[in-house]
């Protein structure tokens, strides 16, 4: 029981310590400087080979929610403190076993989206980088209604986590 609350008293003190520091830090281990008080995602374009109509649109409300969910940054729609650029680049279906008849058992879904983080405040902090994932399903399912919803909620949770720890989180 003693030591339960040392260890409380311990990490109150320790994240007393590191909000004097004009860092915060958040449950989501989310890292934002005193002086990032705004964030803007644009449009994601496609630019993918295979079209898949809509999904950008998708990924680009993933990642506004994503962020507006795990910070306390507010959204703004132009001169962000951090903008969020990029382009779905990838939207590839393979298969990825088979039967015994060589025809497809699953098949996977990649989707690549290419990313340009700019932070307004630090230059160096800047960077273009490319995020992907996938998802598995039965080759007897069409990529299309309840399997491409919950494809993109796969993927693009991944993806968006993904873009958040590489900007947000600064390990």
Request: charged share 15%; glycine share 6%; with cysteine.
């Amino acid at each position: 029981m003693i030591f339960r609350r040392a260890a409380l008293v311990l990490s109150l003190l320790i994240a007393a310590g590191l909000q004097s520091c004009g860092v915060s830090y958040g449950f989501t281990s989310v890292s934002i400087p005193d002086n990032i008080k705004t964030f803007q995602v644009d449009f994601f374009g496609y630019e993918a080979t295979l079209v898949e109509p809509g999904i950008e649109r998708t990924f680009t409300l993933a990642l506004q929610n994503l962020i507006v969910q795990q910070t306390s940054l507010d959204l703004v729609t132009a001169n962000g403190d951090y903008i969020y650029q990029g382009e779905i680049t990838r939207y590839y279906i393979a298969p990825i076993t088979a039967t015994a008849d060589n025809l497809a058992s699953q098949n996977r879904l990649t989707i690549e989206v290419n990313v340009r983080f700019i932070n307004t405040k630090d230059d160096e902090a800047s960077f273009e980088k490319r995020f992907s994932f996938f998802y598995d399903y039965d080759a007897n399912q069409a990529m299309q209604g309840a399997t491409l919803d919950t494809a993109l909620e796969v993927i693009y949770g991944q993806i968006t986590q993904d873009i958040v720890n590489a900007t947000l989180a600064n390990w």
